[in-house]
């Protein structure tokens, strides 16, 4: 809860501005932007239209720099600290570790993963591309890469649950090479789906700006048809398909949970809502904002004034700050709320020699009353 207000204190910060200067900024900092300049900030967003004849400044009014660079550095040490901890307690569970827990062992590792580029677009917003080439290609293939590979997972997670709980199906030991298989061919759909906006990315100094950029570099037709593809396979491929399989699965247990004969039934309950809640929640506003994004830009929605434009362009970075928060909360949902992950954590760190024997017994708790020890004890963490 402290979390969340903290998000929201730093977004009503980020988007506070003075009325007084905004207008005297749309009255006065009008000029026409080069299309083959400017294709995207922070991956695909900041893009000039096309299709209009406006005269708008490059330089959104009221976007706070300073606050993207703040947003973007409290999100990597949240998302640090906790997949970390996943990563490290995981480590250690060894025989205990069920099918789940190796999807949330790799689904931390790709949050690590997109954590890794959270500094670099904190500079990034503040001082533009410093990098170079090569770390823009790079940088951006292991957040398009992170992004897939993390969506898919919790698509496997939410399958793993329904076979677990609804079908009552235990996958024995032997049967976790299976699990490693699967999240192998997830990383390399990944990674192929990352390829395309790795090899376009390109570092290239703006004079309009007076700093580089990290964007994709298409010139001509091609532009509006590869925008138009990436577009597209993100929304359905990066949100749509798997929150229709999350929704599809995680439905059936709770229905399942609701005939089932047991006191936890209800926890098990509000965690799935809090699970399929968080993911619509963090990647639902961002997903709509880029879909009404391209309908402007391909002439389908009207645009009307520049103030339209800089309204549109802001919302486009509050809800991307709302989908990277999701990297950090990922490891509060899926491990932190489990009694299993808590009395490993607490076993962990007791062998370690970090806390005694007795404060180890003082906070532990019983297992066995999570979602997925609800209808089978081999599920995961939570």
């Given at each position: ?7 929201i204190s730093i977004l009503n ?5 003075n009325q007084e200067e905004e ?23 900041f893009q000039a239209y096309e ?332």
């Open positions: 809860m402290k979390l969340h207000i903290l998000f910060y980020l988007v506070s501005t207008r005297q900024l749309l009255a006065t900092e009008g000029f026409s932007l080069d299309e083959d300049y400017l294709k995207s900030i922070y991956n695909y967003t299709n209009e004849a406006l005269a708008c400044s490059v330089n959104v009014p009221g976007l706070n720099k300073w606050g993207i660079m703040i947003t973007f550095i409290v999100v990597f040490f949240l998302s640090v600290v906790g997949n970390s901890v996943v990563v490290y307690v995981l480590c250690f569970m060894n025989k205990e570790r069920a099918s789940t827990d190796i999807y949330l062992m790799h689904l931390a590792l790709a949050d690590l993963l997109f954590s890794v580029t959270l500094p670099f677009l904190a500079v990034n917003a503040h001082s533009g591309w410093i990098f170079g080439n090569f770390l823009c290609k790079l940088l951006s293939g292991f957040q398009e890469a992170s992004v897939y590979s993390g969506v898919f997972l919790l698509m496997c997670i939410s399958v793993d649950r329904h076979f677990a709980i609804v079908r009552v199906k235990r996958f024995p030991q032997s049967k976790h090479i299976f699990v490693k298989v699967v999240c192998g061919l997830v990383w390399l759909v990944a990674g192929m789906l990352s390829l395309p906006v790795a090899i376009q990315k390109e570092s290239m100094h703006v004079e309009e700006l007076n700093q580089s950029i990290c964007y994709e570099n298409l010139i001509g037709e091609s532009n509006d048809h590869w925008r138009v593809i990436m577009r597209v396979m993100r929304h359905t491929l990066g949100f749509f398909l798997p929150l229709l399989v999350m929704a599809f699965c995680y439905g059936w247990i709770v229905v399942t949970l609701l005939h089932a004969r047991n006191p936890q039934k209800h926890k098990a309950i509000h965690i799935i809502l809090a699970v399929v809640l968080a993911f619509v929640i963090c990647w639902l506003p961002y997903n709509v904002t880029v879909l009404i994004d391209t309908l402007i830009r391909g002439g389908t929605i009207p645009l009307e004034s520049c103030e339209t434009r800089y309204k549109v362009e802001m919302m486009l970075k509050v809800t991307e700050l709302l989908a990277f928060l999701h990297c950090a909360v990922n490891p509060v949902l899926y491990a932190f709320v489990g009694e299993k992950f808590r009395n490993q954590f607490l076993s962990t760190l007791h062998k370690h020699g970090i806390i005694s024997k007795r404060l180890q017994r003082a906070y532990r708790k019983g297992t066995g009353s999570s979602v997925g020890s609800t209808r089978s004890r081999n599920t995961s963490v939570m």
